[in-house]
Nanobody, 122 residues
Framework: QVQLVESGGGLVQAGGSLRLSCAVSGRTLSRYVMGWFRQAPGKEREFVAAIRWSGGSTLYGDSVKGRFTISRDIAKNLVYLQMNSLSPEDTAVYSC???????????????WGQGTQVTVSS
C-alpha cells in the first residue's frame, strides 16, 4: 500500500515557475515508479512525467519535455515536479501516482493522490 499527498499547486502567471511536491509513504517504495499526471476540465488525463524510485530513470510527456523536471528525494520520501515556462495550456489538476511500470498509461498506476490545482494566467 502506498499513500500519496500532493502540495505546491497555485496560481502563477504565464512564463513563471512552480514546484509541486508529492509526499510518499508505504512499504518497499524501491519497487515503484512515481508518476505525475494532469487533467484539465473536459479533457482526458494526460501523462506528464515519471521516475523510477530506484535508479531515478525518467520519462516525460511530449508537451512538457524541456520545461518540466521530475525528481525524487529518497531520504525525505518526496517526489518533485519542477515546472518552468508555464503557459495557460498547463492549467490542470496535477496528480501524483505510483505503479509498478514506467509507462505513460494511467491504468498502469495503482495508487493516486488527491491532486493539486495549477492555474496559469495569461
Amino acid at each position: 500500500q502506498v499513500q500519496l499527498v500532493e502540495s505546491g499547486g497555485g496560481l502563477v502567471q504565464a512564463g513563471g515557475s512552480l514546484r509541486l511536491s508529492c509526499a510518499v509513504s508505504g512499504r518497499t517504495l524501491s519497487r515503484y515508479v512515481m508518476g505525475w499526471f494532469r487533467q484539465a476540465p473536459g479533457k482526458e488525463r494526460e501523462f506528464v512525467a515519471a521516475i523510477r524510485w530506484s535508479g531515478g530513470s525518467t520519462l516525460y510527456g511530449d508537451s512538457v519535455k524541456g520545461r518540466f523536471t521530475i525528481s525524487r528525494d529518497i531520504a525525505k520520501n518526496l517526489v518533485y515536479l519542477q515546472m518552468n515556462s508555464l503557459s495557460p495550456e498547463d492549467t490542470a489538476v496535477y496528480s501524483c501516482a505510483a505503479g509498478s511500470y514506467r509507462t505513460t498509461q494511467p491504468h498502469d498506476y495503482n495508487y493516486w493522490g488527491q491532486g493539486t490545482q495549477v492555474t496559469v494566467s495569461s
